[in-house]
């Protein structure tokens, strides 16, 4: 059977013979004489008030105001059954007739065109309810006057019954005239444009189905829309084809097919992949964006339009767009030795550390992670596939298309230099104009190209990953070079877990250390601490007053804070020093080695009676070692090192913070939680301090906001021209105030 094109209009009164075709006179078939929505047949659903049919509505409606005002359309085929008296029950098309049937009275009444000219609307009816169908009567019947809004003066009519509002098909009519007044209220000539074929259809007429209710269920999906997947490829389809028909029917046939398949495997618990294909559609027009030098962050996310954006027939890169996508698609189906792109991740990133492959903390299958997770926001507010997972999928892809030029060793050498970057560039990781340093994916982008094609670091690219550790990159490439014996114990390092890639704190020219801080810090994580800081004042300074050591909790976090260096804290070069003169002590470490060192270090103290800082650290472990973050606050290091408090939390001083010297002498818990522990109260208005010399009780008069010392009670630490107690002044403490 033939299909052939029409108006609503011209439809009417069209003789149809039992070929399909349209016949030249009344006696060779059946002329059309009416159009009924059938009982069986699903609610008109296009002026439903969701946000997902409102998006589909807004972009039909302005598809009709283009075809009106400037290029005709022609709307897809619409298809039914003509019985002997020639009512036409569209199988499909129900949707599209009745937006016409609203179109053209609206047309015809903002026009004042004569009744006569649009009476062939009375051909258009509902079966679905009498209230549809009387409705649609009594639409026709009525004239519009100088309206507000002109569902609320459809309301407002006295043959309008307040129950019909309850028809979701009336609702969605008055809906939808709403939006049609709001589109073409500065539209001229509408009714002419119709008349003269602006927007048609495609009609087929279809011969004895024997049209029962189960075909229009099982093909109708009655009160089922259109997924939004189902929009997206037949707009993405109708783009296409008015670029080049050839270009559409090839893409298509992929969607169908080739990444169809290769999806299903993703498919989620609904046994699709609508939403896998289109979150990878939206990482793949978010890379286009990059790539221009954009950021994708201001700008909606809405699949509709992004295919606006980066799609449309008359977009001028629209074949570059269409290549990259295919290519993007393309390379998931065609790894070859590999049957999923899981097998080869797997075959090249780890959980933990394995010789051959690259360490990676996230799932495995990041192209996994990004059909499931890409457009989401976690739980903690961030995004759920992270712009560090888009760099390594991108880096991924990167080589996949470029497998041909790269060899495999090569690229798990290059893949594992942008793992590194990744995980040192947690600042630097931004798309967003509103952040120090602006948009910098454009330019991760363009490095990730520079090392995954040509295995190079190119630090001339401005504003990429952090700056430290582009150059320790760098300076790895040429070292595994020039040492490939050496490479798996620089990798094993690289994936230790408190370094993550970085491993400046020990230094690529100290490799005979790779193997020893390995084992250094399989010991006990206090028993490492006083060890190093035994050897040497290892901490570093952030912000002027706060101080970062080690620590035994908190899965490594302090040591991780010391190990990857910043440029706003002081002393990373310091606790190198400290960390490679501890290393090179020993080929290995055990924890009873380190706590030799520490005890070698007290009984020298003691035997010298010279008590510096450090030697109360490692003696009074519970006081001075609370195990948290490893931060302390002092507030004049230099000048004043016994006057320090322990913090409990990580950047700032709280109700937890205590002064460590207080702590170990305090034997009736009063120390006051308000002023950051640094006070020992007593019931007579007095407290005692630490000071950098001595302990000092004062009594606080409230009446004249005042405080006095009491001389008497002054505990005085003697020291060496230095400024070192050479008395242990927590046992001096105790033995003139607790004997």
């Known amino acids: 059977m033939a299909t052939t094109y029409h108006t609503l209009r011209d439809i009417f009164g069209t003789v149809f013979i039992s070929s399909g075709e349209v016949g030249a006179d009344a006696d060779d078939g059946i002329v059309l004489e009416r159009i009924v929505i059938p009982m069986i047949q699903r609610d008109y659903a296009q002026g439903r008030e969701s946000a997902e049919v409102k998006r589909v509505r807004e972009r039909f409606l302005e598809a009709l105001v283009q075809a009106i005002t400037d290029t005709p359309i022609t709307l897809d085929l619409i298809y039914g059954d003509i019985d002997k008296k020639g009512v036409l029950t569209p199988l499909d098309g129900q949707q599209r007739l009745t937006t016409l049937f609203l179109l053209h009275w609206y047309a015809a009444k903002k026009e004042g065109i004569e009744p006569d000219e649009y009476d062939f609307l009375n051909r258009f009816s509902y079966a679905t309810r009498y209230s549809a169908r009387d409705f649609c009567k009594k639409l026709i019947e009525f004239e519009p006057g100088d ?3 002109l569902s609320e003066e459809i309301i407002d009519q006295d043959w309008f019954p307040l129950d019909w509002l309850h028809d979701p098909t009336i609702h969605s009519m008055i809906v939808m005239l709403d939006a049609i007044d709001e589109k073409f209220k500065d539209v001229d000539n509408i009714w002419d444009s119709l008349a003269d074929g602006a927007i048609t259809f495609y009609f087929l007429p279809i011969e004895d189905m024997g049209l029962t209710d189960e075909i229009y269920i099982k093909m109708n999906s009655r009160g089922k829309p259109l997924t939004v997947f189902e929009n997206f490829k037949a707009d993405f389809e109708n783009e296409l084809r008015m670029y080049d028909e050839e270009l559409a029917s090839s893409i298509i046939e992929k969607i169908d097919r080739e990444w169809t398949d290769m999806l299903w495997g993703y498919r989620g618990d609904n046994n699709i992949i609508d939403d896998e294909f289109l979150r990878y559609f939206r990482f793949i027009c978010d890379i286009i964006c990059y790539k221009e030098g954009d950021t994708p962050q201001g700008k909606s996310s809405d699949v509709f339009d992004l295919l606006s954006k980066y799609f449309a027939h008359d977009n001028d890169s629209l074949e570059a ?12 189906c065609e790894i070859d030795d590999f049957d999923s792109p899981y ?36 739980g903690n507010g961030n995004r759920a596939f992270p712009l560090g997972n888009v760099v390594m999928l991108y880096a991924v892809i990167t080589y996949l298309l470029n497998k041909g030029k790269i060899k495999r060793d090569d690229f798990i050498r290059r893949i594992r230099v942008v793992k590194n970057l990744v995980e040192n560039s947690e600042f630097e990781m931004s798309d967003s104009t509103n952040r120090t340093g602006g948009n910098r994916m454009p330019m991760i982008l363009e490095q990730v190209d520079n090392i995954i094609l040509y295995g190079k670091v190119d630090t001339k690219i401005d504003r990429s990953f952090n700056l430290i550790q582009l150059k320790e990159e760098a300076d790895k490439l040429v070292w595994t070079k020039n040492n490939p014996e050496r490479s798996e114990a620089l990798y094993a390092l690289e994936d230790h877990d408190l370094l993550y890639g970085r491993i400046g704190v020990i230094g690529i020219e100290n490799d005979d250390c790779f193997d020893r801080f390995i084992s250094l810090f399989d010991c006990d994580y206090d028993a490492i601490d006083c060890a190093l800081l035994v050897t040497g004042d290892y901490m570093q300074r952030d912000n002027d007053w706060r101080y970062q050591i080690g620590s035994s909790m908190l899965r490594g976090m302090a040591w991780r804070n010391l190990f990857h260096q910043s440029r706003t804290v002081e002393g990373f070069d310091k606790t190198k020093d400290v960390i490679v003169r501890l290393l090179k002590k020993h080929k290995s470490f055990t924890d009873d080695i380190l706590r030799g060192i520490a005890d070698e270090y007290i009984l020298e103290c003691e035997k010298n009676s010279l008590f510096d800082w450090r030697y109360y650290y490692v003696k009074y472990k519970d006081s001075f070692r609370p195990g948290r973050y490893g931060r302390y606050r002092w ?15 990580e950047r700032y001083p709280s109700t937890k913070t205590y002064q460590p010297f207080l702590k170990e002498v305090d034997r009736y818990d009063n120390i006051n939680t308000e002023d950051w522990g640094m006070n020992l109260y007593w019931e007579d208005d007095t407290y005692t301090v630490c000071e950098n010399d001595a302990f000092v009780t004062y009594r606080y008069d409230e009446k004249s906001n005042t405080e006095e010392e009491l001389v008497d009670e002054r505990i005085d630490i003697a020291q060496n021209e230095d400024g070192i107690d050479t008395e242990n002044r927590i046992e001096k403490y105790k033995k003139l105030c607790w004997d």
């Open 321 to 332: 767009h269409i290549e990259i996508l295919s290519q993007y698609f393309d390379c998931w």
């Open 147 to 149: 309206y507000y809004k």
């Open 343 to 378: 097998d080869f991740f797997v075959s090249f990133l780890s959980e933990k550390h394995e010789e051959g492959k690259v360490r990676w903390d996230d799932k495995l299958d990041v192209f996994e992670e990004c059909l499931c997770y890409y457009g989401k926001v976690a």
């Open 635 to 649: 507030v004049d290091y230099e000048n004043k090192p016994y006057e320090f408090a322990a913090m409990w939390s």
